[in-house]
């Protein structure tokens, strides 16, 4: 082979600029015929990523329905819907803090990709079938705030619901809400209950008072306890013992947790029961923290 390196048959290439462009073409391929042929390679290149954006687009959409749950679907209903509207109360609530989904409540599949598979198996609130059916609130409720319902049913609010047509007996949505949870304090408590409870109506109208009363000490005992707590961490801060201190605090925190529970009951008497042990029991952990904290002063600690 010489030094121009021809040989009959072969590619010759040669650079011009940043292309390699080839110097030779098989016989009887015109110019027109390599024109069509890059022009059809570069259509079908473009079909192909078109093709592969289109696949990655819905697995994408798949994806984001799976990981949106149920809000990953409803958020697109139209404004003001009723879809739309329980996802805006669900948001920022409690229970969407706590990853506490609708299906927990409501039955579905949110994992499912299409309308037919996230809502197999459910059935209309108004359906008693339903676990979101008034008489079934509770019960549902109950599956993560046990406590709360063991006292619940031993409520004459329970007994009313047994018996009562839908809507006309008071559940655990009655004063909490449904979506959005709230939690009564002393400031609304009377409000809530007088709904039910007045002289209009008839229904034991003082209830509103006496739940005010009981629900207001309820938050003194509970700021009690914070109070003591707080006493409690900083004497174990200065180096005293504080070992009868956090017994006491043991004991007040138990009886607290559960005149909380108890408060579901809405058998005063037996809360404010409850609640007096907690206090005493805050009471007696603060003594037991300024005792600790003036024998340290004295033996010079």
Not at 92 to 109: F, I, L, N
Not at 126 to 132: F, I, L, N, Y
Not at 259 to 269: G, I, L, Q, T, V
Not at 285 to 300: S, W
Request: glycine fraction near 10%.
């Amino acid at each position: 082979m010489n030094g121009g390196g021809q040989a009959s048959g072969q590619a010759r290439c040669m650079h011009a600029g940043r292309r390699l462009v080839r110097t030779d073409r098989p016989a009887g391929v015109t110019d027109a015929t390599m024109h069509a042929g890059t022009l059809l390679a570069r259509v079908v290149f473009a079909m192909t990523r078109l093709l592969v954006l289109v696949m990655a687009l819905l697995l994408a959409a798949r994806s984001t329905a799976a990981a949106g749950g149920c809000p990953g679907c409803h958020r697109g209903a139209p404004p003001g819907s009723a879809a739309v509207i329980a996802v805006e109360r669900w948001q920022g609530s409690v229970h969407a803090g706590a990853r506490v989904t609708c299906d927990r409540c409501h039955g579905g599949h949110p994992e499912a990709t299409t309308r037919e598979g996230a809502h197999a198996g459910m059935v209309s609130p108004s359906d008693p079938a339903s676990p979101v059916h008034s008489t079934h609130v509770p019960e549902t409720c109950g599956r993560c705030h046990d406590p709360q319902y063991q006292e619940f049913i031993r409520s004459r609010h329970y007994r009313v619901l047994q018996g009562a047509a839908p809507g006309e007996a008071p559940t655990c949505v009655t004063c909490h809400g449904a979506m959005h949870t709230e939690v009564l304090t002393p400031e609304t408590v009377a409000a809530a209950c007088a709904r039910c409870h007045n002289t209009r109506d008839g229904v034991s109208p003082r209830i509103p008072q006496e739940a005010h009363a009981t629900l207001d000490l309820i938050f003194y005992a509970k700021t009690t306890l914070e109070w003591s707590r707080d006493a409690v961490v900083h004497a174990r801060a200065l180096g005293r013992e504080v070992g009868e201190a956090e017994q006491a605090m043991v004991t007040a925190e138990a009886a607290f947790h559960a005149a909380e529970a108890k408060w579901h009951s809405f058998r005063f008497d037996e809360i404010l029961a409850t609640v007096e042990r907690a206090y005493a029991g805050a009471k007696a952990a603060k003594r037991a923290v300024d005792d600790a904290v003036i024998r340290g002063a004295l033996e010079g600690r």
